[in-house]
């Protein structure tokens, strides 16, 4: 069983910066592929960073590449999703999730912390 609780959701200007965390519960973190997904009201739910838990690979969609980087520290049962040059339509719920499997597919995660709120003002 691994417990997921975000942090670090606000409101930024657009251009700005925020860096989300999610904290794990369990002694098995180092063990599960992490991703970040997010969602908007009457969409569905977005694959936006994962990385793996063997050699740390990333992986990003398209619209989120080259302003987001995810990071894990295996020590602190802690992933990070860094996200600069933010922009209004980054505006959404984002939400931690582990699995051992991953990958970019909500499906693919069966633990899902609660989601912190990200509002990017133009």
């Known amino acids: 069983q691994v417990q997921l609780v975000e942090s670090g959701g606000g409101l930024v200007q657009a251009g700005g910066s925020l860096r989300l965390s999610c904290a794990a519960s369990g002694r098995t973190f180092s063990s599960y592929a992490m991703g970040w997904f997010r969602q908007t009201p009457g969409k569905e739910r977005e694959f936006v960073a994962a990385?793996?838990?063997?050699?740390?690979?990333?992986y990003y969609a398209d619209s989120v590449k080259g302003r987001f980087t995810i990071s894990r520290n295996n020590a602190k049962n802690t992933v990070y999703l860094q996200m600069n040059s933010l922009k209004p339509e980054d505006t959404a719920v984002y939400y931690c999730?582990?699995?051992?499997?991953?990958?970019?597919?909500?499906?693919?995660?069966?633990?899902w912390g609660q989601g912190t709120q990200v509002t990017v003002s133009s």
């Open positions: 990385i793996s838990w063997s050699f740390g690979s990333t």
């Open positions: 999730a582990a699995d051992e499997m991953g990958g970019s597919s909500s499906s693919g995660y069966k633990y």
